[in-house]
């Protein structure tokens, strides 16, 4: 037999949570401490550090779009070929040479695009990009004319961190620039706060990872840029949650709708604290493993008297529940000897049921001590002409009658009990050749209606189950007689519970639908009948068989007469007996003259009569 948890290992677990527990909790009462404070630090750096990215950026921005603008005014007041103008322009970019180019249009002139010649030749472009540049971005042109000024993303066009600054000027006149964001992308990817510039339409516009801004990525679609589009705040810091976690702050520039975001890792923040934290885990870890060893050593001198208790565990396990055991001490191991005494006499309760089922539900605490009402549907069938059978028994065999009866019978009640327990059912007990059983009490079909459909069911299997039996049997065999029996079967409220002595009990039910139900099945005779249910039962499944009402019975203890119905088949069931004709001819019963019935010289349960 395997031992699970040994009385070993729970002194381990024991003392494993005690050192775990005290140095587990001063670690993470320090962790704790320091993590907030650093959580702190972090936010206000990061915050800080979008705070001067900002300021930068729109700095830039705003040189940018400033210097373009005194260019353009000088040009158009001056002309774009005098020597002026040339010169303007000459200084211009030589002043700006972060500045790729100027392109500008005023209503009933045409379009200029001035080059900084030498910065396309630094960088080795051609300067016919900006032209093509300019010219595929009609939309931000119309954009701008309309007043808007725009941010765009010019580096898949150049293979170069540029970007291109769309902005209205005076009189319906426009203008945009191209200029170099190299700066910008160097000065964002300083230190572990990585920041990052963005238009509203999600562009990634200037980023330390140039591929990014190369490949047009873009964040438009996720959650936290969606959140930042949606805050009326122009600047926040907020812990976004997503596949890494991640302080992010933002800002939003008055220059193009553009924001500057700041992100870092979450777990970067922590990498000191989560080093110092693994330390003294590897130290709690060896202070537990010490611990450990001389804990084994110590359970070994009360493993050994538990093997007893193992032992009488086995005997259990094999069914036998008759120990003698005392408990010597009043430690752990006294306590877990009382128990195995309790469940001893636990299960000797529980052999008491006549039913498996029943006891194993009453063991694990389903079926509690007392009564219950239950609607359940009750059954009482029993062997027409037994004790002649019995007799005939006794006059053929002699002595060896007894077993020969046993045998016969336990063949049939093999065969009713398989009807009952398919159909959800609960023997309730043997009483002689009588079977008594019940639906709706111990276990349920979910509805009265489905139990007491299920109880009838049964009864049509029992006649199926006879009918097969019967066919094997010969005429007059007195040592395997054929067998027909009475059904009589009543839906109530009755009490429910375990009923007996100290010595024996069994899960049974009482109460007047019981009794009408065993009155019932002694009808089944002088009615010619095998199957009878009573009217309540009728009212629940009379719609799913086929049924035809018998005389009414006034039964003793009842003031008015009871209606009770034959059971033909399952309705719409075109096999078997439609009438209780058929029934009776498929079971050899003779049709009885129910006004010459004398019910006295039988039954003094009931009396028939007509239905008033």
């Known amino acids: 037999m395997t031992v699970r948890f040994p009385i070993g290992a729970k002194l381990i677990i024991l003392i494993s949570v005690i050192v775990i527990v005290s140095l587990g909790s001063i670690t993470a009462l320090v962790s704790w401490l320091v993590h907030g404070d650093l959580r702190v630090s972090a936010e206000e750096n990061n915050f800080e550090t979008n705070r001067r990215s900002a300021i930068e950026a729109e700095l830039t921005l705003a040189n940018v779009l400033s210097h373009s603008r005194i260019l353009i005014n000088t040009i158009t007041a001056d002309g774009a070929n005098n020597n002026t103008a040339r010169e303007a322009i000459n200084f211009f970019f030589t002043e700006n040479p972060q500045i790729m180019s100027v392109f500008f249009i005023a209503p009933g002139s045409l379009e200029q695009i001035l080059i900084n010649r030498q910065f396309f030749a630094s960088q080795e472009i051609e300067t016919e990009l900006a032209e093509t540049y300019f010219r595929s971005q009609r939309n931000a042109i119309e954009r701008a004319v309309r007043g808007d000024t725009l941010l765009l993303n010019a580096a898949p066009h150049f293979a170069k961190p540029v970007l291109a600054l769309f902005f209205p000027w005076r009189n319906g006149a426009t203008g945009g620039v191209l200029f170099s964001s190299e700066s910008l992308n160097q000065n964002f990817g300083v230190g572990t706060n990585q920041s990052y510039m963005v238009n509203n339409d999600g562009d990634i516009l200037s980023n330390a990872d140039f591929s990014l801004v190369q490949s047009a990525a873009n964040v438009l679609q996720e959650d936290f840029f969606l959140s930042i589009l949606e805050s009326e705040q122009t600047s926040k810091q907020q812990l976004v949650e997503s596949d890494v976690r991640m302080f992010m702050a933002f800002t939003k520039l008055k220059i193009a709708d553009t924001i500057i975001i700041t992100s870092i890792e979450y777990d970067k923040v922590f990498e000191g604290i989560n080093a110092t934290t693994r330390r003294n885990l590897i130290l709690t870890f060896a202070v537990l493993c010490i611990s450990i060893a001389f804990i084994w050593l110590f359970s070994k001198t009360i493993s050994i008297p538990l093997k007893a208790l193992a032992v009488v565990a086995h005997n259990i396990e094999g069914g036998d529940f008759k120990m003698e055991l005392k408990s010597k001490s009043r430690d752990e191991i006294g306590v877990l000897t009382n128990s195995f005494l309790k469940m001893c006499s636990a299960l000797n309760v529980f052999g008491r049921f006549t039913n498996k089922e029943i006891a194993v ?94 109880c009838v069911k049964a009864a049509l299997m029992m006649r199926n189950a006879l009918y097969a039996m019967n066919k094997n049997r010969k005429e007059n065999d007195p040592a395997d007689p054929l067998i027909k029996i009475g059904c009589g079967i009543n839906t109530g409220i009755v009490t429910a519970g375990q009923l007996g002595s100290d010595m024996r009990m069994e899960y049974t039910v009482i109460g007047d639908p019981v009794n009408l139900a065993s009155r019932i099945e002694a009808l089944t005779k002088p009615l010619g009948a095998d199957i009878l249910i009573s009217e309540d039962t009728w009212d629940l499944v009379g719609d799913k068989f086929i049924t035809e009402e018998m005389p009414s019975v006034t039964v003793k203890g009842k003031e008015n007469p009871v209606r009770i119905f034959a059971v033909i088949n399952i309705a719409g069931n075109n096999k078997g007996p439609q009438t209780i004709a058929d029934v009776r001819r498929l079971l050899g019963v003779e049709a009885p003259e129910i006004s010459k019935v004398d019910v006295n010289a039988s039954e003094q349960k009931f009396k028939i009569g007509s239905t008033q």
Request: hydrophobic share 40%.
């Open 361 to 454: 539900k009453a063991m694990r605490g389903e079926i509690k001590p007392g009564g219950l009402p239950k609607h359940a549907t009750i059954f009482f069938s029993d062997i027409r002409e037994f004790t002649a059978k019995s007799e005939n028994f006794t006059k053929v065999f002699g002595e060896g009658a007894s077993d020969r009866i046993v045998h016969w019978l336990n063949q049939y009640f093999t065969q009713m009990v398989d009807c009952v327990e398919k159909t959800n059912g609960v023997v309730d007990k043997f009483i002689g050749d009588a079977v008594m059983a019940h639906w709706g009490t111990a276990y349920s079909a979910g509805s009265p209606e489905k139990d007491a459909f299920n």
